[in-house]
């Protein structure tokens, strides 16, 4: 990490908690320090496999109340078959193509993390969103810029 990424991560650090928002605030503070306790290989590690552990417990999150939901195999026709039901994943499958790409966008143009990135702590901070559009967010971002060029 150069010293500019370690100060917009003290930057983000200080919104987080200024705005009070745990998850911001945590993750910053996380890399930090790492950074600092010259933890290399596990940044690495976390740059290399973060990704696919924060679906995984994403993942976890979503599912875990079907275990504690009492469900019925009627309620899951009813769910599966339902008009609001069809609309959810027609725009979860959406979501994950435009996540789909944005990780290519990602790869192909890395300059363009900042501005996720920076996207990503306004929408969090001062929208009080969720920090989890950062992939969704790219692949938006490469299908603009794809109509746009």
Not at 41 to 57: K, N, Q, S, V
């Amino acid at each position: 990490m150069s010293n500019a990424g370690a100060f917009l991560l003290l930057l983000i650090l200080a919104v987080g908690l200024l705005a009070r928002n745990v998850v911001v605030a945590a993750a910053a503070a996380i890399l930090l320090l790492l950074y600092a306790g010259e933890a290399q290989g596990l940044l690495h590690w976390t740059t290399r496999h973060g990704l696919t552990l924060g679906y995984m417990f994403l993942l976890l999150a979503v599912l875990a109340p079907l275990l504690e939901a009492p469900l019925t195999h009627q309620d899951l026709l009813q769910v599966l078959t339902g008009p609001a039901s069809l609309v959810a994943l027609l725009a979860s499958a959406l979501g994950s193509w435009l996540a789909y790409h944005g990780v290519r966008f990602m790869d192909r143009q890395p300059q363009i993390l900042l501005a996720l990135v920076l996207g990503t702590v306004v929408g969090t901070v001062v929208l009080k969103g969720v920090p989890t559009g950062p992939l969704i967010a790219a692949g938006f971002t490469a299908l603009l810029l794809e109509l746009i060029y």
